[in-house]
């Protein structure tokens, strides 16, 4: 499907096809699950984690950031092995257009020549580029499985609903609040606007993930 859709954007046009596959920004889960918003039990069962290092994942969420998670569970005394088999099953989207490339490496299977693909082709418009782009090296279900832990930034301005649910733990409140304010002039006005709903840190969560375009 994903390769279809690459496809179709070469045979239509890529600028009309990027508007069409929009509503995809945060890669969709394939067999990762988002630790900020999982539930403690979940968190639990995942490949060396534990009762006991899930409640304290749980207790200092949100993570901004995957360097961060990966601080905190090397402070677990996970090894580097462990880890890389922790993150198939749990992982924290990463910016395409901003990550550092000591974060893209954190991706489980992530090699040399994959890291020069991704840097290849920023900045991402929109998740559409980079189906485009890397399914030339990749078959469709790797491309789903390196989907799943990326992001491209959705404009608050112009984002379809769809857009903005793709959001990790973003339910149909949030996406009320989120359109309630528009047009947003700066970030301060997204996270003034924002912070009467939720906590200072959520807010921070759920920033990673917009733009104003």
């Not at 539930?39 to 995957?66: C, D, Q, W, Y």
């Not at 360097?67 to 099953?89: C, I, M, N, V």
């Amino acid at each position: 499907m994903i390769r279809s859709l690459a496809r179709a954007c070469i045979a239509v046009g890529f600028v009309v096809c990027v508007a069409g596959a929009s509503d995809a920004q945060v890669g969709k889960s394939v067999t990762s699950v988002d630790p900020n918003v999982a539930g403690e039990p979940e968190l639990a069962t995942l490949p060396h984690m534990n009762a006991a290092i899930a409640k304290a994942l749980v207790g200092r969420r949100p993570f901004l950031s995957m360097p961060a998670l990966d601080g905190f569970l090397s402070g677990q005394k996970l090894s580097r092995a462990q880890l890389t088999e922790l993150y198939g099953r749990m992982f924290i989207h990463i910016n395409l257009n901003t990550a550092p490339r000591e974060e893209i490496e954190l991706i489980p299977g992530m090699g040399p020549r994959m890291l020069r693909e991704f840097l290849e082709y920023r900045p991402y418009k929109a998740l559409a580029v980079f189906h485009r782009e890397i399914d030339k090296y990749v078959d469709d279900a790797e491309l789903a499985r390196l989907e799943q832990y990326v992001f491209v930034p959705i404009d608050l301005n112009t984002a379809s609903d769809a857009d903005i649910l793709t959001i990790p733990g973003l339910g149909t409140r949030m996406l009320r609040e989120f359109k309630e304010y528009r047009p947003y002039k700066a970030m301060d006005q997204f996270r003034r606007e924002m912070g009467k709903y939720v906590s200072k840190e959520e807010v921070a969560r759920l920033e990673r993930y917009v733009a104003i375009n």
